[in-house]
């Protein structure tokens, strides 16, 4: 590994682990897209700062960009509290607009500067180590990673204080300003952080990939665990995994690596999404089958019960509806009969003692 | 200073001239309400009378147009921690990661003040509130693997954490079993007979003389307030629900349709 490679990799790391930890709390506040309409609508920030200052490395560009990120969550919330428009409406309002404004203001004044449209919407991650961090002629690493590296310790600060606060907002809005907190005041506390995370991470990947690595990696982690905390640290994992598994790739079929690492966010999902051990896909298809073989199976067990006892009990309908399929019975009998529950002599079936005593207990329960 | 008055005299909650508004839409009108300390009173009216946004609005969680609430005496934000509320169960994800003790702990949260985290005693604390609503056994059950009945006693033990002396709750019965109605009911008439204050939201009439003392009957306007056997009546049931009951204390004893 080059030090080239490895500044990037560092880079990327550090972007990754910072958007994931807002990140959970937008996923859990239903609020992804604002991190669409925030990573968009930062661009308009940076620019009209730039216009003022002339200088793209100036850390004013942060705060116009954070500026105009609270801006575009104040305007959909006024749009919103309208009441004419729907919420997800109002932020396809919104941020669309102020992009393009953006778009517009960057084409006509600021054809020679840096920020082209193209590395707007990816990125340039391959150049993030060419900007040093100088001190007094030595060299101490990209600059990128400090302002990322000091973005990362405040989003890790904020929630970290305020984790509580986030929590107890995030769940039960009414109920946490009726014990005295702000929900409002948390609200736009976040969104601050994400703006200041979105414009850190627009320089490396991109105004559209930091909404796959605010995103994704929260959503990952919300299928695999029970705790907040937990959902919060294995956000991050899968932040960083998807960033360096993301740039190998990259190097491998040389692509650009922003658009590597945000596929690779969307490939773990799907992963997941699948194989997630109790919420994913096929576990939530297993548990239906299992569920569905299991009422067969004792309603199977009970009508024998009932016939045994010499009552002209008619089939429960739910069972006849269940019997209707002559695959299913057959699999049930079959399952039964090798579990020891039932005999089969001939055409008939019986009861064995331990099928009798589980539909005496299937009974009970009902 | 927060605290209860000392004075008998002064009721728990004070509501007066009350009006609450969404844009033109009037949804309180004009109410004058006081509720005794110690007694155990139902907020009933039909669909969209307002009683959500009583007990919200009591709390200061809607702004409104005119009107002032004190609680033993002072205003509300003085007394926020005498104050307990238990929304409604719907109200919530209860998809949320976390477990059924963590929820319970978000009753101290207030206590806790900003940024300090709860800890042994607060921990403590939600299980002692969670054996009262027995839920023990479940303490460490994630929440989205609750029952309906059970997620309502979860919230109940998150008011009880917070050793408040007014309770709040909406529409506490909806959707639960009719052993978790038993037992929430029991807890609040003990609650009450500790001299605490409950007002609930509630809507099954049935059950109205059974559970409460003292109700207020709400459309709007406040139609009519006081103990269940002087006001619960068809007459201020007709004023409130208009033709849209069939419920007559009068006559429960044949009909028990709502």
Request: contains cysteine.
């Amino acid at each position: 590994m080059s030090p080239h490679q490895f500044d990037i990799q560092l880079v990327a790391i550090i972007v990754a682990a910072s958007c994931s930890i807002p990140g959970a709390f937008l996923v859990l506040r239903r609020m992804s897209m604002m991190a669409d309409a925030i990573s968009h609508s930062i661009l308009l920030g940076i620019i009209l700062v730039f216009f003022l200052v002339r200088d793209l490395s100036s850390p004013l560009l942060i705060i116009g960009a954070a500026a105009s990120g609270i801006l575009a969550i104040s305007l959909i919330e006024a749009v919103n509290r309208s009441r004419l428009v729907k919420k997800d409406a109002s932020i396809g309002i919104v941020f669309p607009f102020l992009f393009s404004v953006a778009v517009i203001l960057l084409s006509k004044y600021a054809r020679n500067v840096h920020i082209d449209t193209h590395s707007v919407l990816l990125g340039e991650l391959a150049f993030a180590p060419f900007n040093r961090f100088i001190i007094s002629g030595t060299d101490i690493g990209p600059k990128s990673a400090y302002i990322m590296g000091s973005i990362f310790l405040l989003n890790l600060l904020f929630v970290s204080f305020f984790y509580k606060e986030l929590k107890v907002s995030t769940f039960d809005e009414s109920f946490a300003s009726s014990i005295g907190f702000r929900p409002r005041l948390i609200h736009y506390l976040l969104m601050a952080v994400v703006s200041v995370t979105c414009v850190g991470a627009f320089d490396a990947v991109g105004s559209i990939l930091v909404i796959a690595l605010i995103v994704i990696p929260p959503c990952c982690a919300y299928l695999l665990t029970d705790s907040l905390s937990k959902m919060i640290f294995l956000s991050v994992v899968f932040g960083i995994t998807a960033a360096v598994s993301g740039f190998w790739v990259a190097n491998l079929i040389d692509v650009n690596i922003a658009g590597s690492m945000a596929s690779l966010c969307g490939l773990f999902f799907l992963a997941v999404f699948l194989f997630a051990p109790k919420r994913g896909f096929l576990a939530i298809i297993r548990e239906k089958r299992r569920q569905k073989m299991a009422f067969a199976e004792a309603s199977l067990l009970v009508s024998l019960y009932n016939q045994e006892m010499g009552k002209t009990v008619k089939n429960h309908p739910d069972s006849r509806e269940m019997f209707q399929s002559g695959d299913l019975i057959s699999k049930v009998v079959g399952f039964l009969k090798r579990k020891g529950e039932i005999a089969v002599k001939g055409e008939k079936i019986f009861l064995t003692e331990k099928g009798r005593e589980k539909a005496r207990i299937t009974m009970e329960n009902q | 200073m927060s605290g209860i008055e000392k004075n008998p005299l002064i009721p728990a909650i004070r509501v007066t001239d009350l009006t609450v508004a969404y844009g033109d839409k009037t949804v309180l009108w004009d109410i004058d309400l006081e509720i005794p300390r110690g007694s155990m009173v139902a907020v009933v009216g039909p669909n969209g009378a307002g009683k959500t946004t009583l007990i919200k609005s009591i709390q200061g969680l809607i702004p409104r147009v005119a009107g002032v609430v004190s609680i033993h005496g002072k205003s509300y934000q003085k007394q926020r921690k005498e104050v307990s509320y238990v929304p409604q169960r719907g109200s919530v994800d209860w998809d949320f990661p976390t477990s059924v003790v963590d929820t319970v702990k978000m009753g101290s949260y207030g206590d806790l003040g900003w940024i300090r985290r709860p800890g042994r005693k607060e921990h403590e604390k939600a299980l002692g509130a969670l054996e009262k609503v027995d839920m023990l056994e479940f303490s460490n059950r994630q929440i989205s693997q609750l029952s309906g009945g059970q997620q309502q006693r979860v919230f109940l033990a998150r008011a009880l954490v917070q050793s408040a002396s007014v309770y709040l709750l909406d529409e506490p019965f909806q959707g639960v079993d009719a052993t978790t109605e038993k037992a929430i009911v029991r807890i609040l008439k003990e609650l009450v007979a500790g001299g605490k204050t409950v007002l609930s939201v509630h809507h099954d009439l049935n059950t109205v003389s059974e559970y409460y003392e003292r109700i207020a009957i709400l459309n709007v306007g406040l139609v009519a307030s006081g103990r269940v056997d002087e006001v619960f009546n068809s007459e201020n049931l007709m004023k409130a629900y208009g033709g849209k009951t069939s419920f007559f204390p009068e006559r429960k004893s044949t009909r028990r349709a709502v």
